[in-house]
């Protein structure tokens, strides 16, 4: 299983654009893209909840560097 390790984001982003890729093909563009800002919503919201940070923390975490 070490094999996979240093690929691991390599082989979860080209996964993601795949199904991207599967998606507008066979849905559409627009539907694709309310797919895709459907996800992107729960992912905001459920990131503060899993981590315990505070939604304006993470939205103005570059304001910090």
């Given at each position: 299983?070490?094999?996979?390790?240093?690929?691991?984001?390599?082989?979860?982003?080209?996964?993601?654009?795949l199904i991207t890729a599967i998606s507008f093909l066979t849905l559409g563009f627009w539907r694709t893209v309310v797919i895709l800002l459907c996800c992107s919503?729960?992912?905001?919201i459920g990131m503060p909840k899993d981590k315990e940070v505070r939604l304006p923390e993470w939205i103005w975490f570059w304001r910090d560097r």
């Open positions: 299983m070490d094999f996979w390790k240093p690929y691991f984001w390599r082989i979860v982003f080209t996964g993601v654009g919503v729960g992912y905001v």
